[in-house]
């Protein structure tokens, strides 16, 4: 599937590997927000469904200044049911993952959270390894995907 890249609203950059037009944001904010942002423009919190978009995503070139040691919000979250990880966008169960070791953990790993994690985040310090995280925490950055 090819398509120009006139077909991405402003902001947007298509990636003709991956069929999509992408915009990574560095303001911080919580996932909510980040995907009401994404909605705004027509797009939504980014879908990751194989290792190709997360090889992608791993090599971007993450030294422009507002998105440096930015942890990036993903457009997925288990808020219906506990561990049942869908992508809001479509509602499709994950069947790629990156997680962390260990997650998700609902805020059960070492700090024993409150047990309110419950949307992704892609790491920056772990090489973009996704994490749960509270969908109030407001320190994370976002990547719309426009369709």
């Not at 069929?19 to 942002?37: I, S, Y």
């Not at 808020?79 to 998700?104: C, F, H, L, Q």
């Not at 310090?125 to 995907?145: G, L, R």
């Amino acid at each position: 599937m090819t398509e120009p890249a006139t077909r991405c609203p402003y902001g947007f950059v298509w990636r003709e590997d991956l069929a999509k037009c992408l915009q990574f944001n560095g303001d911080r904010v919580t996932w909510r927000m980040a995907r009401e942002r994404c909605l705004a423009k027509d797009a939504d919190l980014i879908t990751i469904p194989d290792e190709k978009t997360m090889s992608f995503i791993k090599h971007f070139d993450h030294k422009n200044r507002d998105l440096k040691q930015c942890d990036f919000w993903i457009g997925a979250n288990d808020e219906k049911a506990e561990n049942d990880w869908r992508w809001v966008s479509n509602g499709d169960p994950i069947t790629y993952s990156n997680w962390r070791p260990n997650e998700p953990n609902n805020g059960g790993g070492r700090n024993k959270g409150d047990g309110n994690e419950h949307c992704a985040m892609m790491l920056w310090v772990f090489s973009w390894a996704w994490n749960d995280a509270s969908c109030k925490n407001e320190n994370a950055c976002y990547i719309c995907e426009y369709n």
